[in-house]
């Protein structure tokens, strides 16, 4: 399968700020999105936000996780837990949710998956940010990080994108991506980091790839990596 042959596309956590802004992105493209949602009261404003299709199940369900994934070429996952979740008992979305959605993708034949992840997951030295991220959500981090290592070892094409605090801010398009160990710090709009993510499957550079992400006024000290972020009908 080639980056052209991608016409099926789930987004998970799409109720979320981020995946609604990946909705935004795709709905107009020559793609089917179909957004997974817990929430049936949601379905309208998700279809309304750019989904051609919405499922309704809970990704700790691997059969609510298998129908979401079934047919579908790529997986972008947008979970994500709060703070309030900790202090919640149980896993978290985070870990085992997206394992459950990887394990369902893989099974249904999906050639790409992208996860939205942050800033000092894993074990790659991170920015003072990201140490901050693990002193305040370890827990989150450490359940993003088994994820992540669960991707990575297995049989699909995948982008796991760290970024720094999420703003609710215009998307700018002048996005900071390094590989970890850039040490890279500050925030970034939800809206860029949904593009990359949207992207991220149609993307070569970005193939098999651990990105840190930050807006333009962040810093850090690796070498920005230079791709030609594409998305659909580009």
Known sequence: ??????????????????????LRLLGPRPVTVRALTRSPERRRSLRAAGADEVVVGDLFDPDDARRAAE?????VSAVGSGPRALLSPGEFVDGRGNRTLLDAAVDEGAESFVMESALGVGTDSASWLGSVFDAAIGPIQWAKADAEAAIRGASVRHTVLRPGVL???PRTDEVRVARPGAHLWGAVARA?????????????????ETFEVVGPCGGGRGEPIAADWRLPGH
């Open 71 to 75: 047919g579908v070429d790529a997986v």
């Open 1 to 22: 399968m080639t980056d052209s042959d991608i016409d099926r596309l789930l987004v998970a956590g799409a109720s979320g700020g981020t995946g609604r802004e990946v």
């Open 167 to 169: 703003t609710d801010g």
């Open 192 to 208: 860029d980091v949904a593009r990359l993510l949207a992207a991220a499957p149609w993307t070569p550079e970005a193939a098999d």
